[in-house]
T-cell receptor
Framework: IAGITQAPTSQILAAGRRMTLRCTQD?????MYWYRQDLGLGLRLIHYSNTAGTTGKGEVPDGYSVSRANTDDFPLTLASAVPSQTSVYFCASSEPGTSGREQYFGPGTRLTVL | GQNIDQPTEMTATEGAIVQINCTYQ??????LFWYQQHAGEAPTFLSYNVLDGLEEKGRFSSFLSRSKGYSYLLLKELQMKDSASYLC??????????WGAGTKLIIKP
């Protein structure tokens, strides 16, 4: 593994189904993030984690949950998917705290909820 | 509220120079980033400014004026591979990144 990986690459999901998007990094970064990207709206932060064992809510957390059991993995779960959650989801990582810490992004998961 | 404004789309000619502007209004300021995102791909880091002035990195330069809440990304000697979206992002007082919607740059031969 080099950098950040995400799975699946894309997914079509029926409304009401549960879905977990996976994210794994091998850079030993403490901070990890989940964003969604919608046309014309830019990247919006869903949840973040500054270190293993802690998580926080971002700008658009409703309908999503995360866990951070270890440094490398940061899964995002949609408990009951709705069509408005159709989006491209990016996982990212960085060192936390001070400014100037660039974020490294995974390749993204394209999710369609019907 | 927090707001970052960038033009939605710009067109430029191969070999020319283009300037992409970004204005921001955020709760606090702890640095400004520019990222490049090719269609269907993840954003990748281009530059970071935390002090006023110009930072040059090869064909790309980024400028910041904190008093004006303004930054620009300058791309010189444009190449076709520079066709991409350019995202401006500001680190706020909580060290969270606030993202602009991005500027789609179209390069014509």
């Amino acid at each position: 593994i080099a950098g950040i990986t995400q799975a699946p690459t894309s997914q079509i999901l029926a409304a009401g189904r549960r879905m977990t998007l996976r994210c794994t990094q091998d850079m030993r970064h403490n901070a990890m993030y989940w964003y969604r990207q919608d046309l014309g709206l830019g990247l919006r932060l869903i949840h973040y984690s500054n270190t293993a064992g802690t998580t926080g809510k971002g700008e658009v957390p409703d309908g999503y949950s995360v866990s951070r059991a270890n440094t490398d993995d940061f899964p995002l779960t949609l408990a009951s998917a709705v069509p408005s959650q159709t989006s491209v989801y990016f996982c990212a990582s960085s060192e936390p705290g001070t400014s100037g810490r660039e974020q490294y992004f995974g390749p993204g998961t394209r999710l369609t909820v019907l | 509220g927090q707001n970052i404004d960038q033009p939605t789309e710009m067109t430029a000619t191969e070999g020319a120079i283009v300037q992409i502007n970004c204005t921001y209004q955020t709760s606090g300021f702890n640095g400004l980033f520019w990222y490049q995102q090719h269609a269907g791909e993840a954003p990748t880091f281009l530059s970071y400014n935390v002090l006023d002035g110009l930072e040059e990195k090869g064909r790309f330069s980024s400028f910041l004026s904190r008093s004006k809440g303004y930054s620009y990304l300058l791309l010189k000697e444009l190449q076709m591979k520079d066709s991409a979206s350019y995202l401006c992002a500001v680190t706020d007082s909580n060290y969270q990144l606030i993202w602009g919607a991005g500027t789609k740059l179209i390069i014509k031969p």
